[in-house]
Structures are given as structure tokens and as C-alpha cells.
T-cell receptor
Framework: GAGVSQSPSNKVTEKGKDVELRCDPISGHTALYWYRQRLGQGLEFLIYFQGNSAPDKSGLPSDRFSAERTGESVSTLTIQRTQQEDSAVYLC????????????????FGEGSWLTVV | GQQVMQIPQYQHVQEGEDFTTYCNSSTTLSNIQWYKQRPGGHPVFLIQLVKSGEVKKQKRLTFQFGEAKKNSSLHITATQTTDVGTYFCAGPSGTYKYIFGTGTRLKVLA
């Protein structure tokens, strides 16, 4: 597609339920990132994929959070047993190639999935 | 751990006034990126700086990378209402990820 696509755009869930957030990166982009942004706050790194592998998952806040990527394309972020503090915008981003040391490595963000846990 | 701080946190300016946000890293950076996030929107890439002391311009925006590659600034000349949003710098952390700064929220009063 033309840009990074995320779904759902909005999700309201009850505390304790599981949620899945989906990301379709730009076609051909090998690197994929998930970030979390709480209301009025900065971006918090969650996980990075290079292809289907996740060499850096250091930002996942707890074992309730997991993510996978298949076909070097779509990624799913799963939050189990949601808590109210999980309420945030979950932003997916992709770039043509991975690695933060490269010049010209523009990161393109999706519109985000707004999650509200009630 | 590595930290990227930005000041100020908020800035209100009258339309036509200049605006500057400063980004400071606790570690030396190989490169730095700047993003703009409009209210309710997602971050959009503006620019990447790589060289020590580098200065790049985009119309009314001037970006600078410090000589020591630990700080950077974004200066907007003669702000317009379309400049409203939060400006983030981002620096690499480790091999893969970018750490985003705390952001500076700009409000332009017409």
C-alpha cells in the first residue's frame, strides 16, 4: 500500500480482555517498529522487527505483550489481560532497511491504533 | 540508559514570531532525526542529520546538529498556524531502534 496501515483505528475493551492490533507496513520495507504513546506523552519503543525476526524486543513492558511478524509483512501486537495503564495509541512504523546507524533511513508511521481499556 | 531530552516542553508563540526547540542526548549520536506530529495525528519525518556541525534548511525550518553530535536544534522562522504540533527529535539507540525525545509542543496564536 501507499502507507503504513493499522487496524483497528480505535478499540475500547474491558479490563482483562485480550486485544490484537494489526500493522501492514509499506510494501518492501524490511524493518518494522512498534511504539506506544500515552496521551500527551512521547513515543515509547516497544519492539523492532527485521524481516520476521525481532532482534530487539527490549521495550515490551511485560509478558502480557507479544508481537509477531509473518511473510516479512504484516505484524500483530497482542496485549493479554489488558489493564487500564495499557490505554494509549499504539503506533506502527516501517522503514526500507533496518538499523539505526544508516543515513537516509526514513521511518514512516501509521495513523495508530487508539486503545482504551475501561 | 540512554536519554534524549527536549526543551522547552511547551511553547506558545504569536504568529510571526520565531521558535526554537533543543534536543540533548546523554550519548553521542551517529545521526539524529526530527519528526512533526500534528494534534491527533502521527509523527511525520522531517529530516535526518548525520555530520558533526551540519545545518540543513527546509523553507522556514533550520536544523542543526552539534559539533559533538550530542545535541541538535530546530528553529522555525516567522511561525505560522500550520506549524502547530509537537516536534520530536530521535536518536539511534543500539543497532536497531530510535529513541524519541520528550517532544516540544508548539502552539501558534493567530
Amino acid at each position: 500500500g501507499a502507507g503504513v496501515s493499522q487496524s483497528p483505528s480505535n478499540k475500547v475493551t474491558e479490563k482483562g480482555k485480550d486485544v490484537e492490533l494489526r500493522c501492514d507496513p509499506i510494501s518492501g520495507h524490511t524493518a518494522l517498529y512498534w511504539y506506544r504513546q500515552r496521551l500527551g506523552q512521547g513515543l515509547e519503543f516497544l519492539i523492532y522487527f527485521q524481516g520476521n525476526s525481532a532482534p530487539d524486543k527490549s521495550g515490551l513492558p511485560s509478558d502480557r505483550f507479544s508481537a509477531e511478524r509473518t511473510g516479512e509483512s504484516v505484524s500483530t501486537l497482542t496485549i493479554q489481560r489488558t489493564q487500564q495503564e495499557d490505554s494509549a495509541v499504539y503506533l506502527c512504523a516501517s522503514s526500507k532497511r533496518g538499523g539505526s546507524g544508516h543515513s537516509g533511513n526514513t521511518i514512516y508511521f501509521g495513523e495508530g491504533s487508539w486503545l482504551t481499556v475501561v | 540508559g540512554q536519554q534524549v531530552m527536549q526543551i522547552p516542553q511547551y511553547q506558545h508563540v504569536q504568529e510571526g514570531e520565531d521558535f526554537t526547540t533543543y534536543c540533548n542526548s546523554s550519548t553521542t549520536l551517529s545521526n539524529i532525526q526530527w519528526y512533526k506530529q500534528r494534534p491527533g495525528g502521527h509523527p511525520v519525518f522531517l529530516i535526518q542529520l548525520v555530520k558533526s556541525g551540519e545545518v540543513k534548511k527546509q523553507k522556514r525550518l533550520t536544523f542543526q546538529f552539534g559539533e559533538a553530535k550530542k545535541n541538535s536544534s530546530l528553529h522555525i522562522t516567522a511561525t505560522q498556524t500550520t506549524d502547530v504540533g509537537t516536534y520530536f527529535c530521535a536518536g539511534p539507540s543500539g543497532t536497531y531502534k530510535y529513541i524519541f525525545g520528550t517532544g516540544t509542543r508548539l502552539k501558534v496564536l493567530a
